[in-house]
């Protein structure tokens, strides 16, 4: 029998085995915090998510390109107006040089505003010497190395709440404010990133910008129109601690349809993903558009069962594949996916992945990704689609607006021993301001070629 015969509920994955779940000491102290956030407001509106939607139907068809990105796993500590409005600024930045180049829509999603919670390979991890239980995101346990920090603990969750609705809250003042107006398209260039190379490239694109709307409003065509003066800004995250996300499920009530409210797409993690599992069988029921993580050792059957599961109805939009597959395997990997999706005719929004399966270890022992094993995978990415005759469709990347050094390469060239310099993650390495910016320019010259 399927394992989604039964008719679902916002409660039914809890009769499916669930992993990854915290072990939490204090059982009703959880309860109390799951239902005093199931009567809270919704961060996002069912609306809003149905927008979401139509762009990725667009993008699922070539119309349109998504870029998601942001932190591994956003840190408490680091939901500030600084650290939010400089990876704003650097999404916006990519979204300009894409859709210049691309001369199509660019549907910004952030992994932002609940990124809180992580999946681990392990219980425990060693750091510095000492085996601690694994971090698992702020909203379970703290990244500090010392054993009673690492408990679960439920009070995380409601503060994870707050945290993402006042990181939503400044992402709407500003992208509604005039902060992401494209009459400020100069601003968004960080001040150490205007004086390298991508930088300058940069800020020649936005003269291009600033002089075509200069030319708009000398010949009287107004520039002071939503489309100029707004940008349209969504949020995701791993829906991965179930109980919260239900709690965060309502029901709309001029549609009546099920939207997990906790942000606008929500995606299934690689170590989650089993047909009949609990992630699947919750997100299968919610309205929202939906990711799946496809790692190297995918099965080709089991990949069709998730998206019969997800997408019964084979909605456009509804289905975001996100291939991380690693620039060693790509190669191998995509083609018969794309080969078995375009026969049966899956509408899939196909993005790029190119960070988790490209991790490796430094000599120093700190995690790091190469920008040119990033940029491998990327390329052939959109080679293996467009000889497939399926539509590259977007990106997903860890990065930053902050100058880490957390990825090696890039035009600055950060080498193995520079990485303890400026190394900041509390969890997987991230692209910094300059290297996403070059992402996006080497992107933008592959469109155009
Ligand atoms: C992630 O996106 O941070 C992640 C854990 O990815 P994956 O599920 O693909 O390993
Ligand atoms: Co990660």
């Not at 998601?68 to 680091?78: L, M, P, R, V, W």
């Not at 906790?262 to 992630?279: C, F, K, P, V």
């Not at 299968?284 to 080709?300: C, E, M, S, T, W």
């Not at 190394?423 to 997987?428: A, K």
């Amino acid at each position: 029998m399927s394992p989604h015969a039964s008719p679902w509920t916002k409660t039914s994955w809890q009769q499916h085995t669930v992993l990854q779940q915290p072990n939490w000491p204090d059982k009703a102290a959880l309860a109390e915090v799951l239902a005093d956030l199931s009567i809270r407001p919704p961060l996002v509106f069912a609306g809003e998510i149905r927008v979401l939607k139509e762009l990725l139907a667009k993008a699922s068809r070539g119309d349109a390109f998504m870029i998601q990105g942001g932190d591994c796993s956003e840190d408490f500590s680091q939901v500030t107006a600084p650290k939010i409005r400089e990876t704003l600024k650097v999404l916006l930045q990519m979204a300009v040089v894409l859709t210049y180049a691309g001369g199509k829509p660019v549907v910004k999603v952030g992994r932002i505003a609940g990124q809180f919670a992580k999946p681990r390979s392990a219980d425990t991890e060693m750091v510095n010497g000492v085996e601690l239980p694994s971090y698992r995101g702020d909203m379970v346990n703290s990244a500090e190395p010392i054993a009673a920090s690492r408990i679960p603990d439920p009070r995380r969750i409601r503060e994870g709440y707050y945290m993402a609705a006042s990181t939503l809250n400044l992402l709407r003042a500003f992208t509604r404010g005039g902060f992401a107006s494209l009459q400020r398209v100069h601003a968004w260039n960080q001040e150490f990133v205007s004086q390298s190379p991508m930088g300058r490239s940069y800020d020649r694109l936005a003269k291009q910008i600033s002089q075509a709307m200069q030319f708009m409003e000398t010949i009287g065509i107004p520039t002071d129109t939503p489309q100029i003066r707004q940008a349209q800004f969504f949020t995701s995250h791993e829906a991965l601690l179930l109980g919260y996300e239900e709690a965060m499920t309502r029901e709309d009530s001029t549609s009546g349809g099920w939207y997990d409210c906790s942000a606008h797409m929500l995606w299934i993690g690689e170590r989650t993903r089993q047909i009949d599992g609990a992630h699947v069988e919750f997100l299968r029921g919610v309205l929202n558009p939906i990711g799946v993580k496809i790692g190297p050792d995918y099965d080709l059957d089991n990949v069709k069962r998730l998206i019969e599961a997800l997408n019964p109805a084979n909605e456009a939009g509804r289905l975001t594949l996100i291939t991380r597959l690693g620039m060693k395997n790509i190669e191998k990997a995509l083609p018969p996916l794309l080969r078995e999706a375009k026969r049966e005719g899956y509408n899939i929004v196909w993005s790029c992945d190119p960070m988790h399966a490209n991790t490796y270890t430094a000599p120093s022992g700190l995690k790091s990704r190469s920008f040119n094993d990033i940029l491998s995978e990327i390329t052939c990415f959109f080679e293996t689609h467009w000889s497939e005759g399926t539509v590259p469709g977007g990106i997903h990347l860890e990065m930053t607006g902050e100058n880490v050094t957390e990825c090696t390469g890039g035009a600055r060239n950060i080498i193995d021993s520079e990485l303890s310099n400026n190394y900041l993650t509390t969890c997987d390495p991230r692209l910094n301001a300059e290297q996403s910016l070059e992402v996006a320019f080497q992107i933008a010259e592959m469109i155009r070629s």
